[in-house]
């Protein structure tokens, strides 16, 4: 599979996942509007494309979604099966898998990604709404995934705009 078509399928595995591209386009907009007036959401769309066409980008949302769907199945081994299931925010390893994504650009990556684990908006209230309310669903990693490409593609556009100062 290329590199292109793996963007595509992840773009297919979130929707999936009841996660579209608009809504994570909302969560880059709402970090870096503030920083860049005039920022239009295609600006953010094509930033957030960029992100997915990373390798490392892709093997992360790879590896997480598969986590949940496995553990949404009960096809993961004890302990780890309850673990992933209770969401604990000990667990800890959800986060890390995120940090694979925001590295590659740099600490406003980290630092916008710790913003939007402690609020919660949009898209990320709705994955953890769902994995409380709705019984059986499991979002462990897709939450931190998805905060995590959406500051990646807000870093992304602030070292753009710092560039062209
Ligand atoms: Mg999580």
């Known amino acids: ?8 399928y992840i773009l297919d595995l979130l929707a ?3 996660v579209n591209l608009e809504e994570i386009v909302d969560l880059v907009y709402f970090l870096q509007k503030d920083m ?9 769309r094509v930033s957030i494309m960029r992100v997915l066409s990373k390798r490392e980008v892709q093997y992360a949302l790879l590896v997480g979604i598969q986590l949940d769907i496995l553990a949404e199945k009960g096809l ?23 940090l694979a994504i ?14 939007l684990d402690k609020q ?13 309310e709705l019984k059986g669903q499991v979002h462990t990693f ?13 870093s992304r556009l602030a070292h753009r705009h ?3 100062r």
């Open 162 to 164: 710092g560039e062209s």
């Open 36 to 44: 860049q007036p005039g920022l239009t959401k295609e600006e953010c």
């Open 76 to 98: 993961v081994e004890e302990p780890l099966l309850s673990i992933l299931r209770e969401d604990s925010p000990l667990f800890g390893i959800d986060e890390v898998l995120a």
């Open 1 to 8: 599979m290329v590199e292109g078509d793996l963007r595509e």
């Open 120 to 132: 919660k908006i949009g898209v990320l209230a709705r994955l953890q709404h769902e994995e409380q």
């Open 16 to 18: 999936s996942r009841s």
């Open 102 to 115: 925001t590295n590659v650009y740099g600490s406003i990556g980290l630092t916008n990604f710790g913003y």
């Open 142 to 154: 897709l939450d931190d995934l998805v905060a995590a490409v959406a500051a990646a593609a807000a």
